[in-house]
């Protein structure tokens, strides 16, 4: 089976244009068929605040009404999106920007209300949600997908999705076409033992392990649904999933070691 | 040769929801291959003014600086772009939103600085800075492409384009592999004998007449670049060009008359 590296990245490269660059150059670099996911980042609430939109949290969740559902349609899918997809043209690598409306590639659900109304937020049921044929048309063609985290609920909303969520549910999708490896970038070199010491980075994490990280509070909050996201792709196929920092990225699609390896 | 419609639509239907849904709906239920190409709108200089970006304009053109690139390329490419996507696809139509970054569609140039600097608008040298071949593989997988008007420059930077011009190269470009039909969708029915009568369509034009209209003021400024357009696309073997209201599409795309049809 064919190779096929997808590498999500967060918030923290986007609102950094050198470190980009020199992300998005080592991901052009990655050979063979691939696909980026992108997160938002601090310039979404920045021009949010600018038109008068205050972020609405809760449980560190972004809670998307109609203006905010605007916000993110116009900052993720269209000026970070095609930023990306500019600067990896002009690094030779033929990216296609896409959202989940896009040949339809991910349908989601409205998140149902229960005791929290997070508006147009869409969660994705799982692989069978995802136009796994369209994705590998695209791929076919030597395009390279570039996914905003936003996806579509089919009546003709955009929706706000998790770009971690969005990165593992292509992944899922695409395993049983592909030999998937997953690779979730963000600001640490890896899953730390102690989040002080940037040197305490985990090898690897098995889900027993995991357990014990949970159990003993080692793993935040933030980290908990990332590495979820990660034993669930695993779980359905995924022969890969990696955590670490951008700068790995060469390293590990070269076959090298960085960061933390999950394994089941 | 497969049939191509390319159906252009500008801002006064992406201003009406009302509108803008029931072409959208018209558009989605014309067969075979099709490409949709959308203007901007007020939408960009409502939202920069909330974002405090003045519009800058010179002889009824925009001046793109960096802060207005960044306000199109969001308003155009994410926006208005990914709106019309999410519901074409409730529409039961697979569109993918597209710029000419995406994919390497279209290369355009920055404008050079004469008397006026235009600062990011690019201009596109004709159908060899298309990339046809994606195009082709897009639609050979049943997708409908929806390009906003925006370019790349293949260098890393997103360009202001007139979506007049996309849509006239991408007909020129194509013209070789499809037969092409060019639709201009604006507010009046055709193009118009009397600016005040609605019914006065001038149901044909030729480059003689079109000569004529021009000599005697008959044609405004702002319907000269659109005449020149589709006089061009003629010229490089699109098959025909047709201009009308958004109503129309259907009845054009059906093969009846409608608007004012271009002719060399």
Not at 103 to 124: H, L, M, S
Not at 137 to 148: E, I, R, Y
Not at 201 to 226: A, F
Request: proline share 3%; aromatic share 4%; charged share 20%.
């Amino acid at each position: 089976m064919q190779e096929l590296n997808i590498i999500k990245i967060g918030g923290n490269i986007l609102d950094n244009p050198t470190q980009l660059h020199r992300f998005l150059s080592d991901f052009a670099s990655v050979s063979g068929a691939k696909i980026l996911v992108h997160g938002g980042g601090k310039i979404a609430s920045s021009i949010g605040q600018r038109l008068g939109i205050t972020p609405k949290m809760v449980e560190g969740r972004r809670i998307t009404d109609a203006e905010t559902l605007e916000l993110v349609t116009m900052v993720y899918g269209g000026l970070i999106n095609k930023q990306v997809v500019a600067q990896l043209q002009a690094l030779g690598c033929n990216a296609i920007g896409m959202t989940g409306a896009d040949g339809n590639a991910i349908y989601a659900q409205k998140r149902p209300v229960r005791e929290v109304d997070y508006g147009y937020a869409g969660d994705v049921a799982g692989s069978k949600n995802i136009n796994a044929a369209t994705i590998q048309g695209l791929l076919s063609l030597d395009l390279t997908p570039v996914f905003a985290p936003l996806t579509h609920d089919g009546d003709g909303s955009m929706l706000n999705t998790n770009a971690d969520t969005i990165a593992s549910v292509l992944a899922t999708a695409l395993a049983p076409h592909y030999e998937v490896k997953l690779f979730y970038c963000f600001e640490k070199m890896g899953v730390l033992q102690d989040a002080e010491d940037d040197n305490s980075v985990i090898p690897e994490i098995n889900k027993t392990l995991y357990k014990e990280l949970k159990d003993t509070g080692v793993v935040s909050l933030g980290m908990i649904p990332k590495l979820d996201n990660a034993f669930a792709a695993l779980e359905q196929g995924v022969r890969a999933v990696q955590i670490g920092d951008a700068a790995a990225v060469s390293r590990m699609a070269a076959g090298g070691k960085a960061g933390t390896l999950i394994t089941l």
